[in-house]
């Protein structure tokens, strides 16, 4: 298992209002983070247009999207956005993608086919790194198909910016280990995060990626209060509302609630 390298730092996902991200820009935190759907079960912004607006609001926080589901998206267009908001806030921005799924309508709703989108994410990583290059690229994969297009300017980073993948299964850890520049998996408790570090790293290995520079994350639930027992209400509340079943079992597992100062054995 990696050693950590470096200091822990702290990120938080927001709402691209003005006070709000002026509040926590004051904050001692490290990135904002954006997340949404285009079609899901409740009301939510699109992630990619709430990433144009934290780079507008933000003036020094690194930025990102938690995450987008990438499949729904012509890989070009993303690309695009992605490298002309890199410019704008002087190379602030990371990409967290994942596979979606969890909301069918979703695809339905942006006509693609939610069979295969593993594959079709892993296709789209692949062209988004080279169609930041700023070279002529062509591109006849299964799901896309690009001849002859150059994308400039490119992203302020050369070679582009860094992609966090997400997921919670293996086939999300192979792509992280083998394509990703980070890994950002989500409900993990302490022990499945470890566990999954030495899956992503094997990958990592296997691609003959050891040692090139890569990213460790966790995306954390968390409910902190005064009242550790209302906190904790309010986070199961929170997340069974959203995941549509009870989370009391998520509790001390994947995520943190309760009041500040205090453990909670898992």
């Keep these: 298992m990696p050693e950590p390298t470096g200091p822990v730092r702290l990120g938080i996902v927001c709402r691209p209002d003005p006070p709000v991200v002026a509040e926590l820009e004051a904050m001692p935190l490290d990135s904002l983070w954006v997340g949404g759907h285009v079609c899901s079960a409740h009301a939510t912004e699109e992630p990619m247009g709430q990433l144009a607006r934290l780079s507008a609001l933000s003036t020094r926080a690194r930025i990102g999207t938690a995450v987008v589901p990438l499949p729904l998206y012509p890989p070009a267009i993303v690309a695009k956005q992605v490298a002309d908001l890199d410019q704008a806030t002087e190379g602030r921005v990371s990409l967290g993608v994942g596979t979606g799924g969890e909301y069918p309508q979703e695809f339905r709703a942006c006509e693609v086919s939610p069979q295969g989108r593993g594959g079709r994410l892993d296709e789209q990583i692949a062209l988004l790194r080279a169609l930041w290059s700023g070279s002529d690229v062509t591109h006849r994969g299964r799901h896309h198909t690009v001849v002859d297009v150059r994308m400039r300017p490119t992203p302020r980073r050369p070679g582009g910016v860094p992609i966090l993948v997400a997921g919670r299964g293996p086939r999300a850890m192979r792509r992280a280990g083998r394509l990703g520049d980070g890994w ?14 030495v899956a992503v790293e094997a990958q990592r290995v296997a691609a003959g990626r050891a040692g090139t520079p890569f990213e460790w994350a966790v995306f954390l639930f968390c409910r902190i209060g005064v ?31 309760g009041a500040p100062g205090r453990r909670r054995r898992s």
């Design 184 to 197: 950002l998996p989500y409900l993990y408790s302490p022990v499945r995060y470890a566990e999954s570090v």
């Design 227 to 257: 009242d550790g027992p209302a906190a904790r209400a309010e986070a199961v509340a929170a997340l069974t509302a959203l995941h549509g079943r009870d989370a009391g079992r998520l509790l001390g597992r994947g995520v943190l609630a």
